[in-house]
């Protein structure tokens, strides 16, 4: 567990797949994230499976941040196919977008699997909480938190009204200049 994760961090999975959800196959992009984000050092709930289906979604969501969640990982539904709706019902939940986040594991990605530009995955807040939209394959988890894994807990600081500088809520951000006095 990281040092600097809160002990009581707490994240929610979703899955968005229309075949999972019917019992097609079993979800183990959903089950890969629950397990990486539980090696990270939170406490999660899901992986939730939901059809391609934007209220569906969109419910889940919704949810999540009413019960409090630090962070929502989603998997599944980024893709360019007609019936991929997950980026549709995160924003119709997200307050701030964080486009960094998504680009971030879009180019993690591409070395290996030149197709994850493809992905119109996307990453912000709503309230307190963070959604991140990766790719429904267990690579595209594993490489989504290869990048988030290091940001996290920051990320959970930050939204529950942390300081940019521990002890010095004035400190500037590295490329700004300090304001004068």
């Not at 229309?18 to 629950?34: F, I, K, M, T, W």
């Not at 934007?54 to 929502?72: F, I």
């Not at 997950?86 to 180019?107: H, K, S």
Request: charged residues 20%; hydrophobic residues 40%; proline residues 8%.
């Amino acid at each position: 567990m990281s040092a600097d994760l809160p002990a009581d961090a707490r994240a929610v999975v979703l899955t968005a797949s229309n075949r999972a959800s019917a019992g097609v196959y079993e979800d183990r992009s959903g089950q890969a994230l629950a397990e990486g984000l539980r090696g990270l050092g939170f406490t999660v709930e899901g992986p939730h499976v939901r059809p391609d289906d934007v209220a569906a979604l969109t419910e889940v969501l919704r949810e999540a941040v009413a019960g409090g969640a630090d962070v929502v990982l989603t998997t599944g539904g980024t893709g360019l196919s007609p019936t991929d709706v997950t980026p549709e019902a995160t924003r119709a939940v997200l307050e701030r977008e964080a486009p960094g986040i998504a680009e971030a594991v879009r180019r993690y990605g591409e070395g290996k699997v030149p197709t994850s530009v493809l992905s119109r995955g996307v990453a912000g807040t709503a309230g307190r909480t963070l959604i991140v939209n990766l790719p429904g394959s267990t690579g595209g988890v594993r490489d989504g938190l290869a990048v988030l894994g290091p940001l996290l807990p920051h990320v959970v600081s930050q939204l529950r009204g942390g300081d940019h500088a521990p002890g010095d809520a004035a400190a500037p951000q590295r490329g700004q200049e300090p304001s004068p006095s």
